[in-house]
């Protein structure tokens, strides 16, 4: 097995940005992987490669930023959060490394999400307190995943929310740049929850003419 015949897609992006919806193409394009937040192959983290044994020749693998065991600040607790509940940014080299080891060649899907919406998103799912801890944390993410990718020389695309949405055409026709052959039957359902986050602008219609 060579290193060019097998192609882990790493998805990132800030929070509330639809890694989990990049992740759900590449799953209807058979990708290995998990499209949740558990995933599989984050034990290999831990030194248990299992998943990578049991996995093909094209995986997915996701880390949206910050990440893992974020506390929902909507509903504050009395009880002492532990180091592991903090959400922190992830080790993408560590991620990389170990993809390397493995002969897996990366390529990585960027998502990210209109800034307004995607600030009120985070504020209402508890992943944040204040808009301004949003703010700093999408502006971050992204200065990460650009300083990565850059310094890796890795294949990147970037893909945006409202483009997974309202024309998934387009991801399926850029994935199938990428040698991924998605089978539309096979997609979650997908609607629009930008709307729900869009004040009322007089004067501006987004309904059809």
């Known amino acids: 097995m060579t290193a060019t015949s097998r192609t882990a897609f790493l ?19 058979g990708c290995h992987g998990d499209v949740e937040d558990s995933q599989a192959f984050d034990a290999a983290l831990l030194g248990d490669f299992q ?9 997915m693998w996701r880390r949206s930023l910050p990440h893992f065991g974020r506390p929902n600040w909507k509903q504050p607790t009395t009880e ?15 991620l990389l490394t170990i993809l390397d080891n493995r002969w897996y060649r990366t390529h990585v899907l960027v998502t990210i999400r209109t800034h307004y919406c995607a600030v009120r ?7 944040v307190r204040t808009a301004d801890e949003a ?7 992204m ?17 945006t929310f409202e483009s997974m949405i309202f024309h998934p055409e387009a991801i399926i026709a850029a994935l ?5 052959q998605v089978d539309p039957s096979k997609l979650v359902s997908l609607r629009d929850v930008n ?7 007089p004067g501006i219609s987004t309904g059809p003419e």
């Open 11 to 29: 998805v990132l992006g800030h929070e509330s940005s639809g890694t989990k919806l990049m992740m759900s193409f590449l799953k209807a394009a």
């Open 51 to 59: 998943a990578f044994d049991r996995a093909g020749n094209s995986i």
């Open 80 to 94: 002492t959060v532990s180091p592991r509940q903090l959400r922190v940014w992830p080790d993408l080299e560590q």
């Open 121 to 127: 998103s985070q504020l209402e799912r508890g992943h």
């Open 135 to 141: 703010e700093g944390n999408i502006v971050q993410a």
């Open 143 to 159: 200065e990460r995943i650009t300083d990565f990718t850059h310094r890796n020389h890795l294949p990147s695309r970037y893909f």
């Open 176 to 180: 199938h740049e990428w040698g991924l």
């Open 195 to 201: 709307e729900q986050y869009l004040p009322s602008v």
